[in-house]
């Protein structure tokens, strides 16, 4: 649906009042012409410009030819296309009607022949037609909604060639503000988001209203930066700074309410990181959801390492009972206290004959936030369990012998999944990880 009114001063008011009480009516077309195609007959179809005939078109492909101008005269009058732009330009075989960069129809021998005329035949009186309706006074805008972010401006420019001062309105003041530029460009204003909501907005010029809608929303959700990772040991391997860039990362995230976030492939920068940093890990997030701009970010994560004095376990944790899992829930819960440091055993098959997840989780259910170390190795699920839980304990004394692990800093009523690990139906998942308690509030562990 297309706004285009030329009307009196009075009952612009009028409309642009109705306007205003009715945000969320279809978004209008982005100028004040409307091109149109009409079947006449089986080989001959008209293009009407705002309702009326103005060019006639013959031929099997008639319909065709009149629909694909008139999306591209629409695309003309967007940009704000002068009359003298409105050109033939010989190519080929054929011959071209241009508006400025766009190409609006190919005048072939085909089409010549179904008109009984030359290409410049055909051509000439089209191109003289639509120089007379570009020749009107018009109103246009690029693209016919406007998308301002709340708390952000954007810019919105009148084109066309209706003469005289533009005055914009129509629209919901609690959700937009419409001003003109600093610059004193009278045909240039800035939108400003003010509250979540969709609303019109009119543009007049004399008799001449051009309607757009405006969507002003809020971003799905916010990425701190910068975002740091911190890593214990010597000689970390690649998987552990992947590993703790990634959990960072995750907690870098804030959706807002019913928004939903997916993080793409991290990779490790191949440039040298930083001062005082030993690598620095790259990955794509998308942050979306109903009612919201979506976030596509390329997020950085600088890690770095942190000489921590070693301790001594002095908690045993074993998760295996049941060793067998007939159905997914909570296996395992413990509760860690600060200055402590523990060990955890986990290893259970899954038996409940569908693909699963066994997921180890960290939650500080205390007041304060609290900073945990954690050193963990694992194998992949395999159908062997005996070799799986060799596996782990391998990955686990490599990584344990020199204290390579990250930190984890958790804000009360946090909780952040340190392992998810896919088990197909027979395979066991078996670990080994072992968890210090820096400071802060206790930490419970529990085994999913």
Same mark, same amino acid.
Request: glycine share 10%; aromatic share 6%.
């Given at each position: 649906?297309?706004?285009i ?5 009075? /009952? ?11 945000p ?6 982005? @100028?004040?012409f ?5 079947s006449v ?22 319909l ?11 695309l003309?009058?967007?940009?704000g296309?002068a009359?003298? &732009? ?9 011959? @071209?009607?241009v508006?400025g ?14 008109h009984?005329l030359?290409?410049w035949?055909?051509?000439?009186p089209?191109?003289k037609?639509?120089?007379g309706?570009?020749?009107?006074p018009?109103?246009?805008v690029?693209? $016919? ?12 420019r009148v ?17 937009i ?14 939108v400003y988001? !003010?509250?979540?909501?969709?609303? @019109?907005l ?7 209203v051009?309607?757009?809608?405006v969507?002003?929303? &809020?971003?799905?959700?916010?990425i ?9 040991g010597?000689?970390?391997?690649d998987d552990?700074?992947?590993?703790a860039?990634r959990?960072?990362?995750i ?15 991290l990779r490790?920068?191949?440039?040298s990181p930083?001062a ?6 790259v990955q ?13 970010? &390329?997020?950085t994560?600088t890690v !770095?390492?942190?000489?921590l004095?070693? /301790? ?8 295996? !009972?049941? &060793?067998?899992?007939q159905?997914f829930?909570l296996?395992?819960?413990?509760k860690?206290?600060v ?11 899954n ?5 699963g997840?066994?997921?180890?989780e ?10 945990v ?10 159908? $062997? ?8 304990a391998r ?13 984890l ?7 952040l ?17 072992e ?7 206790d930490?419970?562990v529990?085994?999913?």
């Amino acid at each position: 649906m297309r706004l285009i009114i030329k009307i009196g001063a009075l /009952a612009a008011m009028l409309v642009a009042a109705d306007l205003a009480c009715h945000p969320g009516r279809p978004a209008w077309a982005a @100028s004040t012409f409307l091109f149109s195609a009409q079947s006449v007959e089986a080989n001959q179809a008209n293009l009407l410009v705002n309702g009326q005939p103005v060019i006639t078109v013959a031929g099997k492909r008639s319909l065709r030819i009149v629909e694909s101008l008139a999306n591209q005269l629409a695309l003309a009058a967007d940009l704000g296309v002068a009359p003298d &732009e409105i050109q033939g330009v010989p190519t080929g075989d054929a011959l @071209s009607l241009v508006a400025g960069p766009l190409l609006l129809v190919k005048v072939d021998a085909e089409l010549a022949k179904a008109h009984g005329l030359t290409k410049w035949g055909v051509a000439g009186p089209w191109m003289k037609a639509l120089r007379g309706v570009f020749g009107q006074p018009y109103l246009a805008v690029k693209g $016919d909604q406007v998308v301002v972010p709340v708390g952000e401006r954007r810019t919105v420019r009148v084109l066309g060639t209706a003469a005289g001062p533009i005055q914009p309105g129509g629209y919901n003041g609690d959700f937009i503000e419409v001003s003109p530029e600093l610059d004193g460009d009278e045909r240039t204003f800035s939108v400003y988001g !003010k509250a979540p909501g969709r609303t @019109s907005l009119l543009f007049a010029c004399g008799d001449l209203v051009l309607g757009i809608q405006v969507w002003a929303a &809020e971003y799905a959700g916010l990425i701190d930066q910068p975002i740091v990772a911190e890593v214990t040991g010597h000689s970390i391997p690649d998987d552990v700074l992947r590993e703790a860039a990634r959990l960072s990362l995750i907690q870098a995230i804030h959706p807002r309410p019913r928004a939903e976030w997916r993080i793409g492939g991290l990779r490790l920068s191949a440039e040298s990181p930083p001062a005082g940093a030993v690598a620095q890990a790259v990955q794509t997030v998308l942050i979306e959801g109903p009612d919201y701009l979506p976030v596509k970010q &390329e997020a950085t994560v600088t890690v !770095k390492r942190q000489n921590l004095p070693r /301790a001594n376990t002095d908690l045993l944790l074993f998760s295996n !009972k049941p &060793e067998r899992i007939q159905a997914f829930g909570l296996w395992y819960s413990a509760k860690l206290s600060v200055g402590r440091q523990a060990r955890l055993l986990y290893h259970h098959e899954n038996r409940t004959g569908a693909p699963g997840e066994l997921v180890i989780e960290l939650a500080n259910e205390g007041n304060w936030p609290t900073r945990v170390q954690v050193v963990q190795g694992a194998a992949p699920a395999s159908a $062997d369990s005996m070799w799986a839980g060799h596996l782990a304990a391998r990955a686990f004394l490599r990584r344990q012998r020199h204290d390579i692990g990250y930190l984890l800093d958790l804000e009360p009523g946090q909780v952040l999944r340190p392992v998810i690990e896919q088990v197909r139906p027979g395979h066991c998942a078996s670990g080994i990880a072992e968890y210090r308690v820096l400071s802060g509030s206790d930490v419970s562990v529990r085994v999913r």
